[in-house]
């Protein structure tokens, strides 16, 4: 039930298109930030024991729900009011609409069919590409260097590569 929550919140603060990008901008950055440190606590954290990051990142979620419940200002936000609101009515009109587009359109089926099967396969390969990685390909190393710490090598290596093309993103968009 988050997904688009934090997005839709900083847009009703923000409140203004022009800092809206940089401040997306700039969250993706300092997120990318945040997940390296986190990537570092989790692995010193497994190498003690294993499922120390998983309880710990648990009762910190918990915590920082709480704390911002009691904290976050919501200063712009103005609920539709009870009479106009007409989500149901409003989804499904914006889904038969879209409907309507693809089937009007080859290449768009042709989209939609893709996304559809990738979408059937994708949770699969989420949860089991770990396991096939260990199975069939192996770490090098493995003796002297932690499994944990690969995972952390590699979850790093992933955050710097997202921060560095968020940054050249960023310094594109300002240039055009």
Sequence with gaps: FTSGALQAWMVDEVNDEQRMAGAFMRS???????????????????????NLPILL????????ALALALIMPERNFKPTPKAE??????MTRQFSDGLRMV????????????VFITGLYSEGLDR?????FLDNIGL????????PV????????????HALFTE?????????
């Design 28 to 50: 993706s950055q300092l997120g990318s930030i945040a997940n390296i440190i986190g990537i570092l606590t989790g692995v010193c954290l497994a190498v003690l024991q294993i």
């Design 57 to 64: 990142g648990g009762a910190g979620l918990i915590t920082l």
């Design 85 to 90: 609101r007409e989500n149901w009515r409003h």
């Design 103 to 114: 089937r009007g359109r080859r290449l768009l089926v042709v989209i939609a069919g893709i």
């Design 128 to 132: 089991l590409w770990t396991k096939h």
């Design 140 to 147: 090098p190393f493995s003796q002297s260097i932690p499994t």
């Design 150 to 161: 690969w995972w952390g090598i590699f979850g790093i290596g992933g955050m710097i590569l």
């Design 168 to 176: 050249v993103t960023r310094r594109r968009v300002r240039s055009t």
